[in-house]
């Protein structure tokens, strides 16, 4: 081939598509279709592009103006379409969840009976132990102190003692007379001289309370309890 050939070659190889279609006027037709008879390689793509131009000539070109436009509800049947999937999705996730959440249950359900179940052995072997073998519980030996009421004072102490515990000492009163509403406040006093606060409570009036009243420090150390109330005017104490 030579380099004329060539670009003749090349550039009748462009037109080929509209040969096979018709559109060559007639000396452009000429010249494709003399090239054709001495070249083997547009010839086989003339062979392949003639059947398709054939069936591209019974297109009707009118038809493409007239692209059916989509239904007018496909955006919302999409968007449906979608949201019912992700609904599905979503149930399916919750049924799951439930089911899980069920057999939780059910397994908390088991171990609650199960320790129950321990529970009652427990108790009715404690009950038995109970009346035969386990020993009294011990009661904390009570130290009777003698509360001095101040001087005008409504209130009337029917028992106060002190209770000696490992971890500190407790105040017991009995009695009545403590202002309804007001507070008053315990303390012990420890013999370095320091008023270590035991707790407060609410005046009942005239009924009759009981008030146990604790403290860290020990028995040992304390050396007075005092009782005031809200005004820190003193209430009751004890000298021990
Ligand atoms: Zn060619």
């Not at 037109?15 to 037709?29: I, R, T, V």
């Not at 009421?149 to 002190?162: F, I, R």
């Not at 209770?163 to 008053?184: K, M, N, Q, S, Y």
């Not at 005031?228 to 021990?240: F, I, N």
Request: proline share 5%; glycine share 10%; net charge negative.
């Amino acid at each position: 081939m030579s380099a004329s050939d060539d670009t003749t070659h090349r550039e009748l190889r462009e037109l080929l598509g509209s040969f096979a279609l018709g559109h060559l006027d007639g000396p452009e037709a000429a010249r494709v279709r003399a090239h054709l008879d001495g070249c083997a390689q547009c010839r086989a793509e003339a062979d392949d592009l003639l059947p398709l131009a054939d069936r591209l000539s019974l297109v009707d070109p009118r038809a493409f103006g007239d692209v059916p436009a989509p239904p007018p509800a496909l955006g919302e049947n999409v968007r449906l379409a979608v949201a019912r999937a992700r609904a599905d999705r979503d149930a399916d996730e919750v049924g799951r969840r439930r089911t899980e959440a069920l057999a939780r249950r059910r397994r908390g359900m088991v171990r609650g009976l199960a320790a129950a179940a321990v529970v009652v052995v427990a108790l009715g072997v404690g009950g038995v132990v109970g009346r035969t073998t386990a020993p009294e519980p011990p009661q904390p030996p009570l130290e009777a102190i003698s509360l001095e009421v101040a001087q005008g004072d409504a209130v009337s102490v029917d028992s106060a003692d002190l209770v000696a515990h490992t971890w500190g000492v407790e105040l017991r009163i009995v009695a009545d007379g403590f202002a309804a509403g007001e507070t008053f406040h315990a303390a012990f006093r420890t013999d370095d001289g320091e008023l270590v606060p035991a707790g407060e409570f609410l005046g009942v009036g005239g009924e009759t309370m009981t008030c146990f009243l604790q403290s860290a420090s020990l028995r040992e150390d304390v050396t007075q309890v005092v009782v005031t109330d809200d005004a820190g005017r003193t209430v009751l104490s004890s000298d021990l």
